[in-house]
């Protein structure tokens, strides 16, 4: 099927309760143009129904969105909601590297078993509009994730047709997700693109990452866990910037191919830590130097020409995202003091408490190394 260029009108929206997918649906429907989302959403520990809470208190975009509670592994609610829909966009997964160190089963769980749920869903439908029994196949948006090339030597830069490496459970289960996709099209036909975004921050993230742990922690004065030496480097992409990739993916991608999604700034964490101490007014003597990560990915860094040709690029520039983000928490106290109750205290023990006591202080930062 070569995608109508409208783009489709009727989208099923699973993960659309989380930070990246909720910033999808707000910017989507904020555009006013018919288009109708079905969010599908389990509402773990990390998904919120008030991140839609800005497309709610809009009586226009409210009417194009319905929200259903539930598991993209579940095939009882995945089938009949796929059938209503022209595309699916899959946001779904555990998405926390430290967690799937921690306890990889619900990795699986929704990013190998959930995905299959989906594609056979989607299966089902193609075959009903071979039959004429709907107008035309449903498209679907896998969102992956730069993770899935494993550490990239200095110098180099993923291109979408390098091998795979991923390295942490996280990685691998987006890494199956993304395998299973690509059987699906070779051996059923099945209209799907795969999306590898980088490392995306911005307002409304779990404030179990790097950027909003960091802030938050740093409004309360609390230490800030900085693992290693701290020099492992990301390439940074706000939030909107990755949902406009993957609405571009969707109404243009060509079916069976895959895109990386590059953010706008390569830099260690220890340079974007002191740009969050800068702007939050505190001191780098917050910050400590823990026991690294196991595993720990020493670099990403992709190459964006083939989504640049297809016409999407990155459009926020670092500081002025970091700017928003710090404003965003320090604005929004109730969002993420919320987040961080319930099982936040058992998680942050388990993941911080050995750490924080075997640590010590950071020495300069990047840019005085
Ligand atoms: P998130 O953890 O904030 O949100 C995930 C959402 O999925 C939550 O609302 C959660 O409730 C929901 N969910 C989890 N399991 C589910 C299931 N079985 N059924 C239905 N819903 C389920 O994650 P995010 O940071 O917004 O990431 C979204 C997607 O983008 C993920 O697939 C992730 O792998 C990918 N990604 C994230 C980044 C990043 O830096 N955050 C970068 C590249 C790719
Ligand atoms: O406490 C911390 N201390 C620390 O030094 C945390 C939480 C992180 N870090 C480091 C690890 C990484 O080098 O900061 C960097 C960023 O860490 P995360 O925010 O956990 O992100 P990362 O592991 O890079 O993965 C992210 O980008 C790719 C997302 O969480 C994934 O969902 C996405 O696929």
Redesign the pocket.
Same mark, same amino acid.
């Given at each position: 099927m070569s995608p109508d260029p409208a783009g489709p009108r009727r989208l099923l929206v699973t993960g659309g309760a989380g930070f990246i997918g909720s910033c999808f649906v707000r910017d989507v429907l904020a555009r006013r143009d018919g288009t109708e989302i079905t969010v599908l959403d389990k509402l773990t520990y990390a998904g919120n129904e008030a991140n839609l809470a800005p497309v709610r208190e809009d009586p226009d975009q409210a009417a194009q969105l319905r929200f259903v509670r539930g598991d993209i592994a579940d095939a009882a609610i995945v089938g009949p909601l796929v059938g209503e829909a022209d595309a699916v966009v899959n946001f779904a997964a555990e998405?926390?590297? +430290?967690r799937s160190i921690l306890d990889p089963e619900a990795f699986l769980r929704t990013g190998v078993l959930g995905v299959h749920v989906l594609l056979e869903a989607c299966r089902r439908e193609a075959e009903r509009a071979a039959a004429g029994d709907r107008s035309a196949p449903p498209r679907y948006l896998q969102v992956s994730? +730069?993770?899935v090339y494993g550490t990239v030597a200095e110098g180099r830069r993923s291109v979408e047709d390098d091998p795979i490496g991923p390295r942490s459970p996280?990685a691998a289960a987006?890494a199956a997700g993304e395998l299973l996709v690509g059987a699906y099209v070779v051996t059923h036909g099945l209209d799907a693109v795969v999306t590898r975004g980088a490392?995306?921050y911005g307002p409304y993230q779990h404030p179990?990452?790097?950027?909003p742990?960091f802030i938050t922690n740093a409004i309360e004065d609390r230490d800030l866990?900085?693992?290693g030496d701290?020099l492992?480097v990301?390439d940074w992409l706000y939030v909107s910037d990755h949902a406009a990739a993957v609405d571009h993916v969707l109404r243009h991608g060509a079916a069976g191919e895959t895109y990386n999604a590059p953010g706008v700034a390569e830099l260690p964490?220890r340079t974007v830590v002191a740009g969050l101490l800068e702007r939050l007014g505190k001191p780098w003597s917050l910050v400590r130097s823990v026991p690294d990560?196991p595993g720990?990915d020493r670099r990403?860094a992709m190459d964006g020409t083939k989504l640049a040709d297809l016409g999407w690029s990155p459009t926020v520039p670092f500081e002025a995202g970091l700017d928003r983000t710090v404003a965003w928490y320090r604005a929004n106290e109730a969002w993420w003091r919320a987040a961080r109750s319930g099982d936040w205290h058992d998680y942050y023990e388990r993941q911080y408490g050995d750490r924080l006591a075997r640590s010590e202080a950071a020495g300069p930062t990047a840019a005085e190394r």
């Open positions: 998405s926390h590297v +430290d994730t +730069d993770e996280y987006k490392n995306t179990e990452k790097l950027i742990l866990p900085l693992y701290g492992q990301r964490n990560r720990h990403y």
